[in-house]
């Protein structure tokens, strides 16, 4: 079967294209370097078929982020028979940069003009046979988003040539004789012309063998004495070149140029004054929806709806006659935690589907644009705002998301901090605790709790950035994708992509976890027999035994029976199953579920409010669970940073915790609340202040800027 | 001049782009001399700034537009 890449600039319509040839359930998204992995699906039409394969979207083969590197590699390697390379006809120059790089290769070739839809509102015409005349390969008109022109296309790749294209010589002869010197001794135009631009960074070239690299040596330094211009800049402004006159000859542009969409929604949404009201009141508006009024009146309906299901299972069950164990496990074990989890479904939801409309439409691009200035603060990019905000729905993907910053170090540091930020599934702790010990102050205190998780990793970023991580000086170059109306398809498959990641998580790896946690709570030794328990025997249970021997590590800082203990240790599955298992071991657990204020009796015998509060901070800031562990050994690579940064959160936990809980007791509450106002205050205050005093003079001197070479070149 | 100089609304040529983190990042996305550039805004908070190239349009910090030498050329309306 022949396999096809699908290559093209970030936001180029290429996932929607993917989606529309393999039919796939992928998701898109209107943010530069949404598809973070390669993606495989099969296009089948007629007796026609072929893999598809869609790759992170480049700018360029040069790359400077992880994800960019996995396409850069993969084209280097040559493993497909086509190349589709989608161009963004409304973006038609730069993106055509990208074109030129990949035909400098021998891989059989076919262009995909999208987005004619847009480009019309901008171009007068765009002469596609032209075009194709001058780049040489098939040039396909299409619009993606609405299907247009899809057919025409999947008939050219049905007919396509899969035999090694011959790379015209398109440069000037200057240039073209450099990139055959290079290639007698690279032996491929292709890796020719990477070695042109980026030196023995291309393709590893400085990790081949010492005699080779001095052979190549001796030709660049021949090679570069034969220009002017920066010798990396050569190729890339030839190549411009030769895009200015192709578009010279292709487009026709209209005579009068109109005000853009984007141009009209820019002017107030990244508007100098009320961008960022704007913006905080976007962010505002997505999170009340899906945790304010709204998002707890469908949450109720859900829950009513899971609990009349769960009640007519119960009924079944005890018509059957099963086994005293088997209904336990079935009402006490599996839906009693479960339908804590599956509550907070809805809320999730809201969230998730709102970030994808952000995303879909362009906003989210505008988001960095607007908040790099406050990150760079910390060390960090206007893009690590975006796998931030995602860290407030489910660290999970948040971590996936950072596959888009640039460095190494940015990635580390912005992965490491995802865990403090206080993810939906800590929601409910926070909700049902504080509701039963707190009362009328309730949401006083939950906002506190989303507080503290974001003071404390912008606390670690700066201490990583000045410790560990010292080479991060986050980068940021963005582009700003034009606006988009989200078409709903895409939103709800978005939307589904990470809903359906949850609900996998919570059928697999939490129903395990909940059939583990009813195990070694419903059973357990009495009087030297080993069985099943009655619900007033559970001290006796595993688990009971298990938090009555790790209590007195977790007594500082104010936890004071297993219970909690054992709840927090479950919380290492999975924070949601927190409060389904508090519901289980203060023996509420079909309760649950219909309202937390069930629970409410038990917290409210059990906790003081200092406890409580010693006990959420924990909750908040310790280590995250096992998906998000997982996920965070994929991204920072190493069990040893993994250990490192678990056992960080950890410790961070445990001192937070313990701070509260010993100051507190020390009769110092009142104080201790005042103190820390006083100090968020502080830091806000001098934060805006700041920010306000350096408006303008970003390089006021030179030491720290990061860029200390060029700007003693500069002042020469 | 610099491009960090530039006002919003005025535009300049490209005359050479200096050492930076992003310098072959930046030449990729178009910025090769001779092109033009327009300003189009700062951010709320002053930086990055938002330009116009190519007919695109592109965010970056002003730590990097300082690397950016220009000449300023007529503005257009």
């Not at chain 1, 211009?229 to 542009?253: A, G, W």
């Not at chain 1, 389904?580 to 204020?597: H, P, Q």
């Not at chain 1, 965070?632 to 445990?654: C, D, N, P, R, T």
């Not at chain 2, 310098?23 to 330009?51: F, H, Q, S, W, Y």
Request: proline residues 4%; hydrophobic residues 45%; glycine residues 8%.
């Amino acid at each position: 079967m022949k396999r096809i890449a699908l290559i093209g600039n970030p936001n180029s319509g290429k996932t929607t294209l993917f989606n529309g040839l393999t039919g796939s359930n992928q998701s898109v998204g209107n943010w530069p370097g949404v598809t973070v992995e390669k993606k495989v699906g099969k296009l089948k039409y007629d007796q026609f078929e072929a893999e598809i394969i869609d790759l992170p979207g480049v700018y360029s083969l040069s790359s400077i982020s992880l994800e960019e590197e996995v396409t850069t590699q993969f084209i280097l390697s040559k493993s497909m028979d086509l190349i589709i390379n989608i161009v963004d006809a409304s973006n038609i120059e730069r993106n055509l940069f990208l074109t030129h790089q990949l035909l400098d290769s021998e891989i059989p070739m076919i262009i995909a003009l999208n987005c004619m839809d847009i480009a019309k509102t901008k171009f007068e015409e765009i002469n596609v046979p032209k075009m194709e005349s001058l780049l040489g390969v098939p040039v396909v008109p299409i619009t993606a988003s609405k299907k247009f022109g899809l057919i025409e296309l999947i008939r050219v790749i049905e007919v396509a040539k899969y035999e090694p294209r011959f790379p015209e010589k398109r440069y000037s002869n200057l240039i073209e004789n450099t990139i055959s010197k290079f290639e007698s001794v690279l032996g491929d135009r292709l890796l020719a012309t990477r070695f042109f631009e980026d030196g023995f960074k291309a393709d590893k070239l400085s990790k081949r063998d010492s005699e080779f690299i001095k052979s190549l040596e001796v030709v660049l330094e021949e090679e570069k004495a034969k220009f002017d211009l920066d010798f990396d800049m050569v190729l890339p402004n030839e190549r411009y070149n030769h895009i200015l006159s192709i578009c010279d000859q292709v487009i026709t542009k209209k005579s009068v140029e109109i005000e853009s969409t984007t141009d009209k929604i820019d002017k107030i949404l990244t508007h100098r004054i009320f961008g960022l009201p704007l913006f905080l009141g976007i962010m505002f508006s997505v999170f009340f929806l899906a945790f304010g009024p709204v998002g707890t009146f469908i949450t109720d309906g859900f829950v009513w709806l899971i609990e009349k299901f769960i009640s007519l299972i119960a009924i079944g069950i005890e018509n059957a006659g099963m086994a005293s164990w088997v209904s336990s496990l079935v009402i006490n074990g599996i839906f009693g935690g479960l339908s804590a989890v599956l509550g907070f479904l809805p809320q999730l939801t809201i969230l998730f589907f709102f970030l994808s409309l952000l995303e879909d439409s362009g906003y989210m691009a505008r988001a960095a644009f607007i908040m790099d200035r406050v990150l760079r603060k910390f060390g960090l990019s206007g893009k690590s705002f975006i796998p931030m905000l995602i860290g407030f729905g489910c660290s999970v993907p948040a971590m996936a998301a950072t596959r888009t910053l640039d460095k190494p170090e940015d990635r580390k540091i912005t992965t490491m901090i995802i865990p403090f930020i206080s993810c939906g599934a800590k929601a409910p702790i926070y909700g049902i605790i504080a509701g039963a010990i707190f009362a009328s102050h309730s949401y006083l205190v939950v906002f506190s709790m989303y507080i503290i998780g974001i003071l404390v990793a912008i606390f670690s970023a700066v201490l990583f950035k000045k410790t560990i991580l010292k080479g991060a000086s986050a980068n940021y170059i963005m582009e700003l994708p034009e606006y988009r109306m989200p078409t709903a398809k895409n939103s709800f498959l978005h939307t589904w992509e990470r809903v359906k990641g949850f609900l996998i998580k919570a059928g697999t790896i939490l129903l395990g976890a909940f059939i583990i946690i009813w195990f070694l709570s419903y059973f357990g030794f009495v009087d030297g027999t080993f069985r099943l328990l009655l619900d007033e025997e559970i001290e006796f249970s595993l688990l009971g035994q298990l938090g009555k021997f790790l209590l007195p590590i977790f007594k500082p800082i104010g936890f004071s029976d297993w219970q909690s203990t054992v709840a927090i240790l479950t919380g290492f599955v999975a924070k949601e199953s927190i409060v389904g298992t508090l519901g289980i071991l203060y023996g509420v657990a079909g309760d649950v579920l219909e309202s937390g204020t069930l629970l409410y009796p038990a917290l409210q015998a059990v906790f003081t409010p200092l406890q409580a509060y010693s006990f959420l901070v924990f909750a908040l800031l310790t280590s995250p669970c096992i998906a998000a562990i997982a996920a965070m050994k994929k991204e920072l690579g190493s069990w040893k940073w993994l250990l490192f940064a678990v056992l960080y959160e950890l410790i961070i936990a445990y001192v937070a915790a313990l701070l509260i809980y010993q100051l507190g007791s020390l009769g110092m509450g009142t104080l201790l609340s005042v103190l820390v106002f006083v100090i968020v205050i502080f830091i806000v205050f001098s934060t805006i202040r700041r920010v306000i005093k350096n408006k303008g003079k970003t390089c006021g001197s030179c030491s720290g800027c990061g860029v200390e070479g060029s700007c003693e070149k500069i002042k020469k | 001049m610099t491009l960090n100089e530039l006002k919003p609304g005025q535009s300049g040529k490209i005359v050479r782009v200096y050492a930076n983190n992003l310098r072959k990042r930046i030449i990729d996305m178009g910025l090769t001399n001779g092109t033009t550039i327009k300003v189009k805004k700062l951010a709320p908070l002053g930086d990055p700034m938002e330009i116009l190239i190519r007919g695109y349009f592109l965010t970056l910090r002003k730590a990097e537009a300082k690397t950016i030498e220009i000449e300023r050329i007529g503005d257009k309306a």
